[in-house]
C-alpha cells in the first residue's frame, strides 16, 4: 500500500523569511508526485509535479520541490514567502500504473507580518 | 473553460434526509473522482470513474453512499439516508488520460444536522 507522511502539520512563519514544507511517500512501486494547495473555501490548485527527469521543479507562485528518491521525499520550499501565501498545502502521488491521488494530511502554513 | 463545476457549494440537511452533489467535469476529460474532507481523516478517495465506468469504489464508506455517471458531462453522489457523521467538504475532480495531474471544483461543504 502507498502512503504519503507530511511532517508538520502546521508551520507558522514571518513575511519574506523561507520556507520548507516536508513530505515523505512509502510505495513498492515508483511515483508520480504532485503538490497541491488549498485557499481558505477553495478547492484545490496544482502547484508543481515531479513525472520525471531532473529532480529539481519549479513550479507556480515561486515555490518549488526537490524529488530524492533514496530519502522517499518531495520537500516544498520558497526562499520568500508573502501574506498571500498563507493556505493550506497537500502532497500528493499516484502510483505507477494507477489514476487516484492519495494525498497526505495537509500543511496549514500561516504566513505573518 | 469553466472548469470542473459541483453544485450546490453548500448544504443543510437534516438527520435522514436523502442528499445528492452535483459535478460537471471538464469537457474531454475522462477520468472523475469523488473525494471526501474532513479534519480527522483529510482528503479521502471515495470512488472514480474512467469513461463513465466505477473502477474503484473501495473508499465509499457504507452502502449508504453512491454514485453514478450517466454521461461523460454529468456525476452525482447519493447520500441516503444522511447521518451526521456525513459532514464533510465533498470534492469532485476530473482528469484527462493526456495528463497526469486531476483538477478539482470548488467542493460542497456538506452539513448534516
Known amino acids: 500500500a502507498q502512503s504519503v507522511t507530511q511532517l508538520d502539520s502546521q508551520v507558522p512563519v514571518f513575511e519574506e523569511a523561507p520556507v520548507e514544507l516536508r513530505c515523505n511517500y512509502s510505495?513498492?512501486?515508483?511515483?508520480?508526485l504532485f503538490w497541491y494547495v488549498q485557499y481558505p473555501n477553495q478547492g484545490l490548485q496544482l502547484l508543481l509535479k515531479?513525472?520525471?527527469?531532473?529532480?529539481l521543479v519549479k513550479g507556480i507562485n515561486g515555490f518549488e520541490a526537490e524529488f530524492n528518491k533514496s530519502q522517499t521525499s518531495f520537500h516544498l520550499r520558497k526562499p520568500s514567502v508573502h501574506i498571500s501565501d498563507t493556505a493550506e498545502y497537500f502532497c500528493a502521488v499516484i502510483p505507477f500504473g494507477r489514476t487516484a491521488l492519495i494525498f497526505g494530511k495537509g500543511t496549514t502554513l500561516s504566513v505573518s507580518s | 473553460d469553466a472548469g470542473v463545476i459541483q453544485s450546490p457549494r453548500h448544504e443543510v440537511t437534516e438527520m435522514g434526509q436523502e442528499v445528492t452533489l452535483r459535478c460537471k467535469p471538464i469537457s474531454g476529460h475522462n477520468s472523475l473522482f469523488w473525494y471526501r474532507q474532513t479534519m480527522m481523516r483529510g482528503l479521502e478517495l471515495l470512488i472514480y470513474?474512467?469513461?463513465?465506468?466505477?473502477?474503484?469504489d473501495s473508499g465509499m464508506p457504507e452502502d449508504r453512499f453512491s454514485a453514478k455517471m450517466p454521461n461523460a458531462s454529468f456525476s452525482t453522489l447519493k447520500i441516503q439516508p444522511s447521518e451526521p457523521r456525513d459532514s464533510a467538504v465533498y470534492f469532485c475532480?476530473?482528469?484527462?488520460?493526456?495528463?497526469?495531474?486531476?483538477?478539482f471544483g470548488q467542493g460542497t461543504r456538506l452539513t448534516v444536522v
Open positions: 475532480a476530473s482528469r484527462s488520460v493526456r495528463n497526469t495531474e486531476a483538477f
Open positions: 510505495s513498492s512501486v515508483s511515483v508520480y
Open positions: 515531479y513525472l520525471s527527469g531532473s529532480t
Open positions: 470513474f474512467n469513461n463513465n465506468v466505477p473502477i474503484d
